[in-house]
């Protein structure tokens, strides 16, 4: 379909100009985009590949890499990594980004943070201008469970009355991340999206959060795949 489309254009762009015979240590983002990053990594061949080795964000990721075939490493063995290849719920016009949809941003951020180069790669849903344009559930922010009501009353306090625990689907009670976390997803109002740096901080220094969901200044790239079959990008 159209946005399977799209995506699978963002990452082969992507893939076809950041993935060099040279890049040895590769990190592999999570969610349902990077998947066509490894697929793309994969047709430049085993002799390429077999020098490599991947570095996971989540269980997912660790799996695509596992069944892929892949060389699998670990942040702490290669914590300097060539290039790391992400999705993301947003991306404005400066790069940063909301990330956390998938519930993975903490390991996504300390790969992105070891990647000497990030790049971004999503479907034309992702391409805003301000942060909380399309992205309702609003930041993702990892909290250990033992402060999670404590956090939601700070953030309630702070301009997101809205803020709620996330509940899994398919399991009764919160998702818990793979770091055995919660997740809060805050809405913010434009003018606190606006400056996603401030938010960013005064959201981190609220004791019981682990991580918080928006990357800003981070990514070198970022790969939009549209539906008529062209590909934005920004830098
Ligand atoms: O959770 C995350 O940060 C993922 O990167 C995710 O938000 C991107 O998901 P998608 O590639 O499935 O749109």
Known sequence: N????????AAYTAVDRHVKPEHTVIGVGSGSTVPYVVERILEQGQELNKNRVFIPTSFQSRELIVNNG??????????????DFDGADEVDNELNCIKGGGACHLREKVVAEAATTLILVADYRKNVSYLGTNFD???????????YAKVLKNLRAMGSPNATLRMAVRKAGPVVTDNGN???????ARKDMMDPFTLTHKIKMLTGVVEVGIFCHMAQAAYFGNADGSVTIKR
């Open 2 to 9: 159209v946005i399977e489309a799209a995506k699978r254009l």
């Open 70 to 83: 892949l060389n699998l490493g670990d942040v702490d063995q290669y914590p300097t990594i060539d290039v």
């Open 137 to 147: 559930p609003g930041v993702p922010i990892e909290v250990v469970p033992f402060a």
């Open 182 to 188: 919660f997740v809060i997803d805050a809405p913010f």
